[in-house]
Protein backbone atom coordinates (compact mmCIF):
# COMPACT_ATOMS: atom_id res chain seq x y z
CA UNK A 1 0.00 0.00 0.00
CA UNK A 2 1.43 3.37 -0.95
CA UNK A 3 2.06 6.40 2.01
CA UNK A 4 -0.91 8.03 1.71
CA UNK A 5 1.10 11.28 2.44
CA UNK A 6 4.35 11.40 1.51
CA UNK A 7 7.76 13.71 0.41
CA UNK A 8 9.67 14.02 -2.59
CA UNK A 9 12.95 15.29 -3.82
CA UNK A 10 11.86 17.38 -7.25
CA UNK A 11 14.02 16.93 -10.23
CA UNK A 12 15.21 20.49 -9.66
CA UNK A 13 16.62 19.02 -6.02
CA UNK A 14 18.10 15.87 -7.11
CA UNK A 15 20.15 17.42 -9.82
CA UNK A 16 21.34 20.12 -7.56
CA UNK A 17 22.10 17.25 -4.93
CA UNK A 18 23.74 15.33 -7.73
CA UNK A 19 25.57 18.47 -8.62
CA UNK A 20 27.27 19.03 -4.57
CA UNK A 21 28.12 15.53 -4.07
CA UNK A 22 30.00 15.75 -7.21
CA UNK A 23 31.43 19.11 -6.68
CA UNK A 24 32.06 18.90 -2.83
CA UNK A 25 29.43 21.29 -2.31
CA UNK A 26 26.42 21.92 -0.32
CA UNK A 27 22.84 22.96 -1.16
CA UNK A 28 21.47 25.32 1.45
CA UNK A 29 17.83 25.73 1.93
CA UNK A 30 16.31 28.30 3.53
CA UNK A 31 12.68 28.28 3.49
CA UNK A 32 9.34 26.13 4.42
CA UNK A 33 6.04 27.23 2.11
CA UNK A 34 2.47 25.52 2.33
CA UNK A 35 -0.04 26.42 0.16
CA UNK A 36 -4.17 24.93 0.61
CA UNK A 37 -3.54 22.73 -3.16
CA UNK A 38 -5.92 25.26 -4.76
CA UNK A 39 -8.68 24.22 -2.60
CA UNK A 40 -8.47 20.62 -2.91
CA UNK A 41 -5.94 17.74 -1.81
CA UNK A 42 -3.91 16.13 -4.78
CA UNK A 43 -0.89 14.47 -5.39
CA UNK A 44 2.63 16.08 -5.64
CA UNK A 45 4.62 15.07 -8.37
CA UNK A 46 8.72 14.84 -8.74
CA UNK A 47 8.65 17.42 -11.40
CA UNK A 48 7.00 20.26 -10.14
CA UNK A 49 8.98 23.49 -9.59
CA UNK A 50 6.12 25.42 -7.43
CA UNK A 51 3.40 24.49 -4.68
CA UNK A 52 0.16 24.68 -6.82
CA UNK A 53 -0.88 27.89 -4.63
CA UNK A 54 1.13 28.97 -1.83
CA UNK A 55 -0.47 30.62 1.02
CA UNK A 56 2.23 31.42 3.09
CA UNK A 57 6.48 31.17 3.06
CA UNK A 58 8.69 31.34 6.22
CA UNK A 59 12.55 30.93 6.99
CA UNK A 60 12.72 27.33 7.91
CA UNK A 61 13.60 26.70 12.06
CA UNK A 62 15.73 23.97 11.83
CA UNK A 63 17.51 20.97 10.07
CA UNK A 64 18.63 18.34 12.05
CA UNK A 65 19.84 14.99 11.01
CA UNK A 66 17.59 12.34 12.63
CA UNK A 67 19.88 11.02 15.49
CA UNK A 68 18.18 7.34 14.72
CA UNK A 69 18.17 6.98 11.21
CA UNK A 70 21.41 9.42 10.26
CA UNK A 71 19.94 9.57 6.35
CA UNK A 72 17.03 11.30 7.44
CA UNK A 73 17.06 15.54 7.14
CA UNK A 74 14.35 16.86 9.75
CA UNK A 75 12.93 20.38 8.67
CA UNK A 76 10.94 22.71 10.71
CA UNK A 77 9.22 26.01 10.73
CA UNK A 78 6.25 27.74 12.45
CA UNK A 79 3.39 29.59 11.28
CA UNK A 80 2.27 31.99 13.71
CA UNK A 81 -0.87 32.37 15.05
CA UNK A 82 -1.19 36.01 13.70
CA UNK A 83 -1.35 34.42 10.00
CA UNK A 84 -4.52 31.89 8.87
CA UNK A 85 -7.72 31.32 7.14
CA UNK A 86 -6.49 28.39 5.19
CA UNK A 87 -6.32 24.53 5.09
CA UNK A 88 -2.59 23.44 4.41
CA UNK A 89 -2.55 20.55 2.09
CA UNK A 90 1.01 21.02 0.32
CA UNK A 91 4.49 21.74 1.48
CA UNK A 92 7.46 22.34 -0.06
CA UNK A 93 11.33 23.19 1.20
CA UNK A 94 13.00 25.85 -1.31
CA UNK A 95 17.16 26.37 -1.48
CA UNK A 96 19.05 30.00 -1.42
CA UNK A 97 18.19 30.29 -5.26
CA UNK A 98 14.46 30.14 -4.79
CA UNK A 99 14.03 26.71 -6.19
CA UNK A 100 11.53 23.68 -4.75
CA UNK A 101 14.04 21.24 -3.48
CA UNK A 102 11.01 19.09 -1.70
CA UNK A 103 7.82 18.94 -2.22
CA UNK A 104 5.55 17.18 -0.03
CA UNK A 105 1.63 15.72 0.37
CA UNK A 106 0.53 17.38 3.48
CA UNK A 107 -2.72 15.80 6.28
CA UNK A 108 -5.03 18.40 5.81
CA UNK A 109 -4.21 21.15 9.00
CA UNK A 110 -6.56 23.97 9.16
CA UNK A 111 -4.63 27.62 9.95
CA UNK A 112 -7.65 29.88 11.11
CA UNK A 113 -7.67 33.42 10.82
CA UNK A 114 -7.00 35.01 14.22
CA UNK A 115 -10.02 37.31 13.73
CA UNK A 116 -11.98 34.29 13.74
CA UNK A 117 -11.53 34.12 17.42
CA UNK A 118 -9.14 31.12 17.28
CA UNK A 119 -5.47 31.42 16.97
CA UNK A 120 -2.85 28.80 17.02
CA UNK A 121 0.52 28.23 16.07
CA UNK A 122 1.08 26.01 13.70
CA UNK A 123 4.51 23.85 13.70
CA UNK A 124 5.28 21.93 10.33
CA UNK A 125 7.35 19.16 10.15
CA UNK A 126 9.03 17.27 6.82
CA UNK A 127 11.28 14.61 6.42
CA UNK A 128 13.75 14.18 3.51
CA UNK A 129 15.67 11.04 3.12
CA UNK A 130 19.17 11.05 1.31
CA UNK A 131 22.16 8.85 1.43
CA UNK A 132 24.73 12.08 2.13
CA UNK A 133 22.65 14.59 4.38
CA UNK A 134 26.01 15.84 4.30
CA UNK A 135 25.13 17.84 0.77
CA UNK A 136 22.53 19.99 2.66
CA UNK A 137 22.71 22.84 4.91
CA UNK A 138 20.62 25.39 6.75
CA UNK A 139 20.72 29.40 6.20
CA UNK A 140 18.87 31.00 9.10
CA UNK A 141 17.79 34.35 10.04
CA UNK A 142 17.81 34.43 13.59
CA UNK A 143 15.73 37.32 13.88
CA UNK A 144 12.57 35.68 12.82
CA UNK A 145 13.11 31.95 13.32
CA UNK A 146 10.43 30.29 16.12
CA UNK A 147 11.48 27.30 17.55
CA UNK A 148 9.44 24.68 18.92
CA UNK A 149 8.93 23.98 22.68
CA UNK A 150 10.45 20.46 21.89
CA UNK A 151 13.43 21.94 20.09
CA UNK A 152 13.81 24.36 22.86
CA UNK A 153 13.15 21.42 25.86
CA UNK A 154 16.07 18.98 24.02
CA UNK A 155 18.78 21.80 23.75
CA UNK A 156 18.09 23.10 27.30
CA UNK A 157 18.37 19.50 28.37
CA UNK A 158 21.63 18.70 26.04
CA UNK A 159 23.22 22.18 27.43
CA UNK A 160 22.75 21.07 30.63
CA UNK A 161 24.02 17.35 30.64
CA UNK A 162 27.51 18.69 28.57
CA UNK A 163 27.91 21.16 31.30
CA UNK A 164 27.34 18.58 34.06
CA UNK A 165 29.66 16.03 32.28
CA UNK A 166 32.13 18.68 32.21
CA UNK A 167 34.79 18.07 34.61
CA UNK A 168 34.92 20.32 37.49
CA UNK A 169 31.93 21.77 36.42
CA UNK A 170 30.67 22.15 39.71
CA UNK A 171 33.71 23.08 42.13
CA UNK A 172 33.65 23.74 45.58
CA UNK A 173 35.08 27.10 46.47
CA UNK A 174 38.54 27.42 48.11
CA UNK A 175 41.44 29.93 48.85
CA UNK A 176 42.94 28.78 45.23
CA UNK A 177 39.66 28.01 43.64
CA UNK A 178 36.60 29.63 42.53
CA UNK A 179 33.49 27.86 42.86
CA UNK A 180 30.06 27.11 44.57
CA UNK A 181 30.71 27.96 48.89
CA UNK A 182 27.89 27.66 51.40
CA UNK A 183 26.83 30.68 53.24
CA UNK A 184 27.67 30.40 57.42
CA UNK A 185 25.22 30.97 59.77
CA UNK A 186 26.30 33.96 62.59
CA UNK A 187 26.64 31.39 65.20
CA UNK A 188 28.85 29.77 62.74
CA UNK A 189 30.98 32.88 61.91
CA UNK A 190 30.55 33.79 66.02
CA UNK A 191 32.86 30.07 66.58
CA UNK A 192 35.47 31.00 64.19
CA UNK A 193 36.35 27.46 63.13
CA UNK A 194 34.72 26.85 60.21
CA UNK A 195 37.47 26.94 56.99
CA UNK A 196 34.99 25.99 53.99
CA UNK A 197 31.74 28.78 54.61
CA UNK A 198 31.90 32.18 53.34
CA UNK A 199 30.39 35.00 56.07
CA UNK A 200 27.82 37.13 55.47
CA UNK A 201 27.79 40.73 55.89
CA UNK A 202 25.13 40.01 59.09
CA UNK A 203 27.25 37.11 60.57
CA UNK A 204 30.16 39.72 60.56
CA UNK A 205 28.51 42.18 62.03
CA UNK A 206 26.93 40.07 65.18
CA UNK A 207 30.66 38.40 65.34
CA UNK A 208 32.38 41.94 65.18
CA UNK A 209 29.40 43.64 68.19
CA UNK A 210 29.96 40.65 70.46
CA UNK A 211 33.54 40.84 70.66
CA UNK A 212 33.57 44.95 70.92
CA UNK A 213 31.32 44.27 73.66
CA UNK A 214 33.69 41.71 75.60
CA UNK A 215 36.33 44.34 75.19
CA UNK A 216 33.92 47.16 76.72
CA UNK A 217 32.21 45.39 79.24
CA UNK A 218 29.37 47.33 80.56
CA UNK A 219 30.52 50.38 83.57
CA UNK A 220 29.73 49.51 86.85
CA UNK A 221 26.73 50.96 88.98
CA UNK A 222 27.08 53.74 91.03
CA UNK A 223 23.76 54.06 93.21
CA UNK A 224 23.07 56.48 96.03
CA UNK A 225 20.24 55.93 98.49
CA UNK A 226 18.43 57.97 100.79
CA UNK A 227 15.42 57.97 103.58
CA UNK A 228 12.99 60.72 104.11
CA UNK A 229 9.87 60.50 106.48
CA UNK A 230 11.38 58.15 108.91
CA UNK A 231 11.39 58.36 112.74
CA UNK A 232 14.50 57.07 114.72
CA UNK A 233 12.91 54.15 115.32
CA UNK A 234 11.86 53.76 111.48
CA UNK A 235 7.94 54.32 111.84
CA UNK A 236 6.41 56.90 109.92
CA UNK A 237 7.11 60.69 110.53
CA UNK A 238 5.56 64.02 108.25
CA UNK A 239 7.55 64.72 105.57
CA UNK A 240 9.17 68.82 105.23
CA UNK A 241 10.05 70.91 102.80
CA UNK A 242 14.01 70.78 103.21
CA UNK A 243 17.03 68.88 102.07
CA UNK A 244 17.27 65.44 103.45
CA UNK A 245 20.48 64.33 102.32
CA UNK A 246 23.66 65.30 100.83
CA UNK A 247 27.18 63.52 99.15
CA UNK A 248 30.08 64.39 97.98
CA UNK A 249 31.59 62.62 94.96
CA UNK A 250 34.67 60.70 95.17
CA UNK A 251 34.75 59.69 90.97
CA UNK A 252 33.26 60.82 88.03
CA UNK A 253 29.86 59.65 87.30
CA UNK A 254 26.95 59.96 84.66
CA UNK A 255 23.07 60.51 86.67
CA UNK A 256 20.69 58.42 85.12
CA UNK A 257 17.77 59.29 87.37
CA UNK A 258 16.12 58.18 90.28
CA UNK A 259 13.60 55.22 91.97
CA UNK A 260 11.08 55.88 95.01
CA UNK A 261 8.51 54.67 97.09
CA UNK A 262 6.53 55.95 99.31
CA UNK A 263 4.94 54.46 102.45
CA UNK A 264 1.84 57.04 103.09
CA UNK A 265 0.79 58.73 99.90
CA UNK A 266 0.50 62.76 100.59
CA UNK A 267 -3.04 64.10 99.51
CA UNK A 268 -4.33 67.50 98.85
CA UNK A 269 -1.33 68.25 96.90
CA UNK A 270 1.80 66.26 94.90
CA UNK A 271 4.88 65.53 96.47
CA UNK A 272 7.62 66.87 95.00
CA UNK A 273 11.76 65.55 94.86
CA UNK A 274 14.18 67.49 93.96
CA UNK A 275 18.29 66.12 93.73
CA UNK A 276 20.66 69.09 92.91
CA UNK A 277 24.44 69.04 91.95
CA UNK A 278 26.51 71.90 93.85
CA UNK A 279 23.45 73.39 93.99
CA UNK A 280 21.67 73.38 91.02
CA UNK A 281 18.65 70.95 90.29
CA UNK A 282 19.46 68.18 87.39
CA UNK A 283 16.08 68.60 86.40
CA UNK A 284 13.94 70.15 83.64
CA UNK A 285 11.28 68.02 85.29
CA UNK A 286 11.69 67.19 88.71
CA UNK A 287 9.53 64.05 89.50
CA UNK A 288 6.86 63.86 92.27
CA UNK A 289 4.06 61.49 93.91
CA UNK A 290 0.51 62.35 92.38
CA UNK A 291 -1.91 63.62 95.38
CA UNK A 292 -2.88 59.99 96.71
CA UNK A 293 -0.34 58.26 94.66
CA UNK A 294 1.81 55.32 95.93
CA UNK A 295 3.75 55.21 92.39
CA UNK A 296 6.07 57.81 91.70
CA UNK A 297 5.95 59.90 88.54
CA UNK A 298 9.77 59.91 86.34
CA UNK A 299 11.33 63.29 86.24
CA UNK A 300 13.11 64.82 82.93
CA UNK A 301 16.93 65.06 83.75
CA UNK A 302 18.48 67.83 82.33
CA UNK A 303 21.67 66.56 79.61
CA UNK A 304 23.71 69.25 80.61
CA UNK A 305 23.63 68.36 84.59
CA UNK A 306 23.91 64.70 84.26
CA UNK A 307 27.36 64.66 83.87
CA UNK A 308 29.45 64.89 87.74
CA UNK A 309 33.08 65.00 88.48
CA UNK A 310 35.31 63.89 91.86
CA UNK A 311 34.44 66.41 94.27
CA UNK A 312 31.07 67.58 92.63
CA UNK A 313 28.53 67.94 95.53
CA UNK A 314 24.85 66.00 95.20
CA UNK A 315 22.11 67.29 97.68
CA UNK A 316 18.59 65.49 97.78
CA UNK A 317 15.15 67.50 99.10
CA UNK A 318 11.64 67.44 99.12
CA UNK A 319 10.72 70.70 97.61
CA UNK A 320 6.69 70.02 97.94
CA UNK A 321 4.82 68.16 100.31
CA UNK A 322 0.81 67.22 100.66
CA UNK A 323 -1.23 69.81 102.16
CA UNK A 324 -3.44 67.62 103.71
CA UNK A 325 -1.12 64.60 104.44
CA UNK A 326 2.26 65.22 103.89
CA UNK A 327 3.71 61.82 103.30
CA UNK A 328 5.67 59.62 105.16
CA UNK A 329 8.52 57.03 104.35
CA UNK A 330 9.86 57.93 101.39
CA UNK A 331 13.05 55.69 99.83
CA UNK A 332 14.87 56.92 97.19
CA UNK A 333 17.98 55.80 95.34
CA UNK A 334 19.93 58.07 92.75
CA UNK A 335 20.98 55.94 89.94
CA UNK A 336 24.04 56.44 88.21
CA UNK A 337 27.10 54.53 86.17
CA UNK A 338 30.60 55.21 86.12
CA UNK A 339 31.77 57.73 83.97
Known sequence: MSAQYYTLVTDIGLAKLANALALGQVITLTHFAVGDGNGAAYDPVQSATALKR??????????????????W???????????????????GVFDVDGDLIVIAKYPESV??????????????????????????????????????????????????????????????????????????????????????????????????????????????????????GYAADMSGQDLAVQTYGRVLLARAITLQGISATLGVAATGAALILDVARNGTTIWTTKPMFATGASALTAGVLDPAKTACVAGDVLTFAVSQVGSTIRGQQLTVTLKGVEA
Not at 73 to 91: D, F, M, Q, Y
Not at 152 to 169: L, M, Q
Open 111 to 228: KPALDSGVGKDLYCRLILEHGNVSAVTLKIDPAVVLATHKHVADAVAAGIAEHKAAEGAHPDASTTVKGFVELATPTETKTGTDTVRAVTPKGLSDTLNDRLAALNPPKPGYDIPWLA
Open 73 to 91: LTIEAVIPATVGGWTVREA
Open 54 to 71: EVYRAPINTILTDPATPT
